[in-house]
């Protein structure tokens, strides 16, 4: 079946974050993590089959829930594990911090690797906890682990957990099974705990795959808890829902906990159907989705060839997310940012948001009609070009 992704969707007037947070209508958001496509189909057809339905009151999580993301862990990633130990929630922001909550004390360190998901760095506020910045090494256009400084902050005592974003965002990294086995030998070595977000983990490249942290080893999962959710790969993120994954018995019941304690131990029927139907027919379309992600990808980067050679373009490995370097503008993030905004009407995220070492670059949201995309590159260069 071919699906169109080339047609734009009106998403002005929906009170949509992404579109209704700028006053003025002439504003272009490429921004935050949110897809402009309709998702799939059959997504669709079980939420209009639930609104007919015409009750929605609570809902309990069925055994289908828990059937449809295994068979998909399996069958996408080659991991298997018992549906016992998934954990619904309302998202994987919310998870993060049940997590936190649930296995440290306030004052205890939790390893970041910057540049990173904002709100890591909220979530980690939020709970007392002190963020140990591991920062990524930027080198030839891409980043990589400094494993010996990851080594040296997991070696203090206070140091209890690292959230670990597989795949990364923003630096578009899918990271190795190599990557990933040292990040847990080392954790594991000093009894650190890995928290990996895997919200992105459908949105792996060619040339590339997504490697599931806690199905490296046996040692790793049962010490371990991985967060994820359908809200990236099927643009389902206002529906609210996602899963945590914790095999250990005794990290599972103190996170359970937490989520009941901060009450999003509960998600919606359409939360569910969505879900089911992602997972189960859903696979056709997101195949489709990724490749024309691709083609916005590599329109983007021969736009910057021919026309910004001097802002160099990070590999896209994972995510629709696409991280530039804008060093050689000489200007903070946040300016940078500002006057994208002020003389193109074009929003994008400062670099800066996602730790110091962020700095000097951008993220530009690519998942979009091509015409949008094509739109928003004409803008970005009669910006940067004044």
């Known amino acids: ?49 639930r609104a007919r339905h015409g009750v929605f009151g609570y809902a309990k999580v069925p055994a289908a829930y828990f059937d449809a993301i295994t068979l998909w862990f399996a069958r996408r990633h080659g991991f298997a594990f018992s549906g016992e130990w998934l954990l619904p929630t309302t998202g994987v922001v919310p998870a993060l911090s049940a997590i936190i909550q649930a296995l440290t004390e306030p004052g205890d360190g939790v390893i970041i690797q910057t540049p990173v998901y904002n709100c890591f760095f909220s979530s980690i506020r939020n709970l007392r906890c002190t963020a140990v910045v591991n920062e990524l090494v930027y080198r030839d256009r891409t980043y990589t682990i400094d494993f010996a400084d990851l080594e040296r902050k997991a070696a203090d005592p206070k140091t209890k957990l690292l959230l670990l974003c597989n795949p990364h965002n923003p630096v578009g990294r899918a990271w190795t099974r190599e990557e990933l086995t040292r990040v847990g030998e080392i954790c594991l070595k000093h009894g650190v705990i890995v928290v990996s977000d895997e919200i992105h983990c459908d949105l792996v490249h060619p040339g590339h795959r997504h490697i599931p942290f806690a199905a490296i080893r046996e040692e790793f999962l049962l010490h371990s808890v991985s967060c994820s959710s359908p809200s990236k790969a099927f643009n389902l993120a206002g529906l ?42 859903g696979e056709e379309w ?9 083609g916005n990808y590599g329109y983007l980067r021969n736009f910057f060839a021919r026309h910004l050679p001097q802002f160099p373009v990070l590999p896209l490995e994972a995510t629709y997310l696409v991280w530039v370097d804008c060093s050689a503008l000489k200007l903070p993030s946040q300016r940078i940012a500002e006057m ?38 004409a803008r970005l260069h009669a910006a940067l070009q004044s």
């Not at 131990?265 to 969505?274: G, K, L, N, Q, T």
């Not at 997101?286 to 691709?294: G, H, M, S, T, V």
């Open 1 to 49: 079946m071919f699906h169109d992704f080339d047609p734009i969707v009106e998403r002005r007037g929906s009170d949509c974050t992404k579109w209704d947070s700028a006053p003025d209508p002439r504003v272009l958001p490429m921004w935050v993590a949110d897809m402009d496509f309709r998702t799939a189909p059959a997504v669709i057809s079980a939420l209009e089959k």
């Open 240 to 281: 609210q829902v996602a899963n945590i994954l914790a095999a250990d018995e005794g990290l599972r019941q103190k996170i359970d906990k937490a989520l009941n304690v901060n009450e999003v131990c509960e998600i919606s029927p359409f939360a569910i159907d969505a879900l089911i139907a992602a997972y189960t027919d």
């Open 286 to 294: 997101l195949e489709e989705l990724k490749r024309y992600l691709q």
């Open 340 to 377: 994208l905004l002020d003389d193109q009407r074009l929003w994008i995220n400062p670099g800066s948001m996602y730790g110091s070492c962020g700095e000097g670059f951008i993220r530009i949201n690519i998942a979009c009609p091509r015409s949008l995309l094509v739109d928003g590159l």
